[in-house]
């Protein structure tokens, strides 16, 4: 996920994912720099990944002859542990290669998307890896042919298998939902037909549904897209607010049959291959992939939905607030407070970071040092290029950070994010072997929001006025209601839904809504009327074509809320053992990883640790509202 600036936490929290970055495009309407304009200690420096286009050219062509000496090891990885290491330690190594190739281009044309010759490198690369795939597609499978015992006893043998260990104890773990030769090709020819409602779903989600033109601030007609909803939910004037939310919520009801049909063959997809998988649930098979318990899934949702009077009181003190006899969904988004006006220039932003995360003490500052020092970062926005902000990286070389920094508050934390996605990245690289070197979703979010949050901390013990530190209490409470709240009330309709298919009951769109509606209304109390009609998140967010995916967001925010809080208050164990976690990749399970940094994800307490923070915020910020 890139960094949450205000913009996105609203798209996040109306459950439009993919568009954040749209959004942010659509924002942008005068004129860019051009990057001769940059001064090149604001680029980053992708020298070091490949001196020339030429270097990357001939590297492209050893990738190329090496593809097909995967091959020689097809049906013989029994053979021997010798054989059997070779092979895996090739495939790591083409691997790498492929993905530095791939991100080089990738990065390259980021910086001017309108570069014909980056797009055609881009091009290249992608079909090459899809090359690679289809040469190593056999690794997996043939393994899993080698008794139990004998792969045992290869691991035992040979040193160099060694390191392969876990990788092969997952793969043997799954084996139990591998099925045999001929049930495999059935359920993977099965593939374009159970793809197809996701399919239709973003067809008419991206290219038939039509929004009609609304009214701007300013008056004038504009057609309602995606990313001018977020910022008309956040107009000033109400007329303006509910004039886009009828438009945006009329259209979808326009649709509401065909896509209520969509996401229950989706569903119905999803029982097929929990069935065909040997599988008891659902949820079972949607967390067996990083083998989550359950229980982390089912305390989330049990805990959140207990204890939501907190979030009631932040909608009645909006409510109260906004002077309004009626508070409805399109008056959540408009600024309680007007953004803190101070500019905070990149320099400025660069020692913000540098002094609040000095907790994560002096080899987190140093290595935060290198990356600013030797043009790791690309600042600032220039034409064609890519928006938003992310992090990014390949095993071989240092991770590169892209900003679009625009001297806002918000800025500074965008900075804060990706670099502690980046230093994650980083110290992973340094201390784990390329097998283990990626981190799953439920790990990754932790290392950015973990900065984030001691960076929130470090600025409002600094904060002078009374306007900085709305701002800032503010910002923390979207974050959490975006990231926290709101994955847990979609996680919630997930599960309902599944349930009412595996009952055998059917879903329609009036049920649909129904059971929305009821989570909906449950999550932001007594004082949120929901018009009729104004109930269709369940009908209209992609996410939920992936099952059981988003809860992942709101169990890494709850992670990093409890270690944020250790490393704030100088607890050194506690902060070693964080240090130990973002040198660590997916060499074990998440849950594990977790767990070695002292936070047990199968209990309650991370996510009631949340909720107290919530309610301490919403309650420093009422006293704050109250003084005015
Ligand atoms: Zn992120």
């Known amino acids: 996920m890139i960094s949450l600036s205000r913009k996105s936490l609203i798209l996040t929290f109306l459950g439009l994912f993919s568009l954040i970055l749209a959004g942010t495009a659509l924002a942008q309407v005068k004129e860019a720099p051009t990057r001769d304009q940059i001064e090149d200690k604001y680029k980053w420096n992708l020298s070091d990944y490949y001196p020339s286009d030429e270097a990357w050219e001939a590297s492209l062509k050893i990738l190329e002859q090496q593809i097909p000496?995967?091959?020689?090891?097809?049906?013989?990885?029994?053979?021997?542990?010798?054989?059997?290491?070779?092979?895996?330690?090739?495939n790591d190594s083409l691997g790498s290669l492929a993905h530095r190739l791939y991100v080089y281009a990738s990065l390259n044309l980021d910086e001017d998307n309108r570069v014909g010759k980056y797009q055609e490198m881009k091009g290249r690369i992608f079909q090459m890896y899809t090359r690679l795939g289809e040469a190593a597609s056999y690794l997996e499978p043939e393994i899993l042919k080698i008794p139990n015992e004998k792969l045992e006893a290869f691991l035992k043998e040979n040193a160099a298998l060694g390191v392969y260990r876990f990788y092969i104890s997952d793969m043997i773990r799954r084996k139990a939902h591998i099925m045999n030769e001929e049930t495999e090709n059935l359920l993977s020819m099965a593939g374009s037909v159970t793809s197809g409602p996701s399919n239709i779903f973003t067809m008419l989600d991206d290219a038939d549904i039509k929004f009609p033109n609304v009214k701007d601030d300013d008056g004038n007609e504009v057609e309602l897209t995606d990313g001018r909803y977020s910022q008309l939910l956040q107009s000033t004037n109400?007329?303006?607010?509910?004039?886009?939310?009828?438009?945006?919520?009329?259209?979808?009801?326009?649709?509401?049959?065909?896509?209520?049909?969509?996401?229950?063959?989706?569903?119905?997809?999803?029982?097929?291959?929990?069935?065909?998988?040997?599988?008891?649930?659902?949820?079972?098979?949607?967390?067996?992939?990083?083998?989550?318990?359950?229980?982390?899934?089912n305390n989330l949702i049990e805990v959140a939905s207990s204890n939501l009077a907190p979030l009631h009181k932040y909608v009645a003190m909006r409510k109260k607030y906004m002077a309004l006899d009626t508070l409805y969904p399109y008056d959540m988004y408009v600024p309680l407070v007007p953004e803190a006006r101070r500019k905070i220039p990149y320099e400025e932003g660069k020692k913000i970071v540098l002094d609040a995360l000095k907790p994560l003490g002096n080899d987190y500052i140093k290595s935060l040092n290198v990356a600013f020092d030797s043009r790791w970062i690309d600042v600032y926005e220039t034409q064609a290029k890519g928006s938003g902000a992310y992090s990014w990286g390949t095993y071989s070389?240092?991770?590169?950070?892209?900003?679009?920094?625009?001297?806002?508050?918000?800025?500074?934390?965008?900075?804060?994010?990706?670099?502690?996605?980046?230093?994650?990245?980083?110290?992973?690289?340094?201390?784990e072997p390329y097998i283990y070197a990626g981190h799953s979703i439920f790990a990754a979010e932790v290392a950015s929001t973990c900065n984030e949050t001691i960076i929130i901390d470090y600025l409002l013990k600094k904060a002078k006025t009374r306007e900085e530190k709305l701002y800032l209490l503010n910002y923390h409470i979207e974050q959490i209601m975006g990231t926290f709240y709101s994955q847990v009330y979609f996680s919630e309709f997930e599960q309902k839904i599944h349930d009412v298919v595996e009952n055998?009951?059917?879903?329609?769109?009036?049920?649909?809504?129904?059971?929305?509606?009821?989570?909906?209304?449950?999550?932001?109390?007594?004082?949120?009327?929901?018009?009729?009609?104004?109930?269709?998140?369940?009908?209209?967010?992609?996410?939920?074509?992936?099952?059981?995916?988003?809860?992942?967001?709101?169990?890494?925010?709850?992670?990093?809320?409890?270690?944020?809080?250790?490393?704030?208050?100088?607890?050194?164990?506690?902060?070693?053992?964080?240090?130990?976690?973002?040198?660590?990749?997916?060499s074990d399970y998440p849950v594990n990883v977790l767990k070695k940094a002292g936070i047990d994800m199968t209990t309650p307490q991370p996510y009631e640790n949340v909720i107290a923070i919530f309610s301490r915020l919403v309650n420093e910020m009422e006293k704050l509202l109250l003084e005015s």
């Open 69 to 90: 000496q995967m091959g020689t090891y097809q049906g013989k990885l029994g053979d021997s542990p010798a054989t059997l290491a070779e092979a895996l330690k090739m």
């Open 397 to 431: 070389a240092h991770p590169v950070v892209l900003l679009n920094y625009s001297d806002e508050l918000g800025d500074v934390f965008t900075l804060g994010h990706e670099l502690g996605h980046a230093m994650h990245r980083y110290y992973t690289t340094l201390n």
């Open 504 to 586: 055998g009951g059917a879903l329609s769109a009036e049920s649909l809504r129904q059971m929305y509606r009821e989570i909906y209304q449950k999550y932001f109390g007594p004082d949120y009327v929901i018009p009729p009609d104004r109930d269709l998140g369940g009908l209209r967010i992609s996410h939920f074509y992936r099952m059981f995916y988003v809860y992942q967001y709101a169990t890494s925010y709850a992670a990093s809320q409890v270690l944020a809080d250790r490393i704030i208050k100088g607890d050194k164990k506690a902060t070693e053992a964080y240090l130990e976690f973002i040198k660590t990749g997916s």
């Open 238 to 297: 109400r007329e303006v607010r509910k004039a886009a939310s009828d438009a945006y919520n009329d259209t979808y009801l326009k649709y509401q049959n065909g896509l209520a049909a969509c996401l229950a063959s989706s569903v119905n997809g999803d029982v097929f291959y929990t069935g065909a998988r040997k599988y008891n649930t659902r949820l079972e098979r949607a967390l067996d992939g990083d083998n989550i318990p359950t229980v982390v899934y």
